[in-house]
């Protein structure tokens, strides 16, 4: 399983500047939201949520109560990133099965391909 901590590391090595992220309730807290810098997040509070917590939390929840349609809007476009993983995970299995970080990369690389070279077929 890959941890979201070795995401961001690939993700500093390569120097991707991320604008926005979409996160499940499962990291609805102030935390996750300072992880992520500069971008955007879009999460759906817990109903016990407070305002509690650092300066992008509260700009987030700020953002979330005053234009709540459009707040909805960018967050449920993880939807369709939801559904590319879900038909990616039934065509070219769940699991990554190699344990060598090597491997691992080389294997993930080759779903990629194979996605991106399904996408071009079919469109």
Known sequence: MI???DVRKKVREIDVEIKSVRLDKYY???SCVDKFGKAKVY????KNAT????F???RTMIRFVKDTFSYLEQYY???NSESEFSVDKRGFGWKVKQRREDRIDCAINCVNVW????????G
């Open 56 to 58: 992008e939390w509260k």
């Open 77 to 79: 476009l993880r939807n």
């Open 43 to 46: 999460v759906i509070p817990r």
């Open 51 to 54: 305002m509690k917590g650092s």
């Open 3 to 5: 941890r979201s901590k």
């Open 28 to 30: 609805s807290f102030s």
């Open 115 to 122: 996605h991106n070279l399904l996408n071009l077929y079919a």
